[in-house]
C-alpha cells in the first residue's frame, strides 16, 4: 500500500484537488491524463492559469473579472448604459449574458450587506452607484440579487436609493429557486425570470 | 448575447477543458472560483503543471511516471523484485497498489502490441524484459494487461516468453468488466481478481 506517486505527482494531483468539484480519483485521473497524453495541455494550463492569476482584476465601470480596464460590456458602444443590472459577482453577470439578451450593463457587487461583517454600502460600490443615480445616468435598475436574506436587504437598500432619484427599479421574477446561486440555475428559468422581472416597490414584493 | 469573458479569462476556460470531464460549464465554474476565491490555488496548480510537465518521466526500471531516477516502488528494499506484474499504464499501477497488497514490482508497458501502428515487443521493453528472464531474477510473472484483443495478444506473448524460461505466468482473474479499462473497476473487485489470479496456460485461458 501507500502512495505509488512521487513528490511531483502527488503535488499537482492535490493542486487539482483545489478546483470546485475534483475530488482525488478525477484528481488522480486528470494527473494521469496530462501527464501521459496531453503535456501541452498542461503547459498551457500552467501559463493560463498564471497569467490570469497576475493579471485578471476588476473592471473600472462594472467590477465583472477582467484583465483589462474596462471590460467587453462596458466599452461597448451597443450596450446601453442607462440600463443598469445588479448582480453579486461575475458569474451571474455570465449566466445572465448566456441566457438573455439584455443591453445593458451592470453593477457587480462582489457580495451583500452584511453590517455584522463589516461590509457596509461603499463596500459594495454602492456610494459610486449614488453618484451615478445622482448625474441622471441611469433610467432603469434591474435588481438580480440572490433571494437571500442579505440578497433582499442589498435590494431594499438599492431600492431606496433608486427611489430618491426618482428611478425605475425593477427585479428578476421569482422563479430562480430560493437560496438558489444564480450561476447554477438553468438557462430556460433564468431567462424567464428574467424578462419577466416586476416593478420592485414597497407594499408587493 | 457573445462571450463576457475577457480574453485571459476565456483562454483558462479553454483550457481547463481539456482537463479529463470538464466541460464548457464547469470549466467556467472552475476559473471563476480560482479568479474570485482561491488565487493562490491558481497558483499554486500553475507551478505544480508546470514542474511536472518538465520534470515527469519514466521510472528506468519499471517506467511508472515519476520525476525521479527511480520510482517509490523500484527502490524500495521491502519490494520483492523476483514477481513481476506486467500492467499497461501509471494509472494501472496507481489502481492495483491501492487496490491489493502485492509486494512486488511492475512493469509498465505504456501500450499494447499493435503491429499495424508499429507497436513491436521492442517499443513496449519487452526485450528487456526477455534479458531480465535469462538471468534468472523473476520467479512469477502475473499478467495485468487489458481483457481486449491486443491486451489477450501481449500477454501471449509474453506468456510464450516466460515459457522459454520456465517462469511461472499467472493473470489477474477475469471479473474485471471485458472491455473495461483497469483504473475504473472499483477497488473491491481489482482486489478479488487480484488475489484470484490464475495460472495462465495453453489450453485453459
Ligand atoms: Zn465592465
Ligand atoms: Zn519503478
Do not use: W
Not at 490570469?52 to 466599452?75: F, H, K, N, Y
Not at 438599492?158 to 427599479?169: I, K, L, N, Q, S
Amino acid at each position: 500500500m501507500g502512495s505509488a506517486f512521487s513528490p511531483g505527482l502527488t503535488e499537482l494531483i492535490d493542486s487539482l484537488r483545489r478546483l470546485p468539484g475534483v475530488g482525488a480519483r478525477t484528481a488522480q485521473r486528470m494527473a494521469l491524463h496530462l501527464m501521459q497524453r496531453d503535456r501541452d495541455g498542461a503547459r498551457r494550463l500552467a501559463a493560463a492559469l498564471s497569467n490570469a492569476a497576475d493579471r485578471v482584476g476588476e473592471c473600472r465601470d462594472c467590477g465583472i473579472l477582467t484583465e483589462q480596464q474596462l471590460c467587453s460590456i462596458c466599452s461597448s458602444p451597443k450596450r446601453d448604459r442607462s440600463l443598469l443590472c445588479i448582480v453579486e459577482s461575475s458569474a451571474d453577470v455570465i449566466a445572465l449574458e448566456q441566457a438573455t439578451d439584455f443591453s445593458g450593463v451592470y453593477l457587480v457587487l462582489g457580495g451583500q450587506l452584511s453590517p455584522l461583517d463589516g461590509i457596509g454600502p461603499e463596500e459594495l460600490g454602492l456610494d459610486r452607484l449614488e453618484q451615478r443615480l445622482a448625474a441622471g445616468q441611469i433610467s432603469e435598475i434591474i435588481l438580480a440579487t440572490s433571494p437571500t436574506v442579505e440578497g433582499e436587504a442589498t435590494a431594499h437598500y438599492v431600492r431606496e436609493m433608486a427611489c430618491e432619484y426618482a428611478v425605475r427599479t425593477t427585479r428578476i421574477a421569482h422563479g430562480v429557486p430560493m437560496g438558489g446561486a444564480l450561476e447554477q440555475v438553468d438557462q430556460g428559468t433564468l431567462s424567464h425570470a428574467f424578462l419577466g422581472r416586476q416593478e420592485y416597490g414597497g407594499s408587493s414584493q
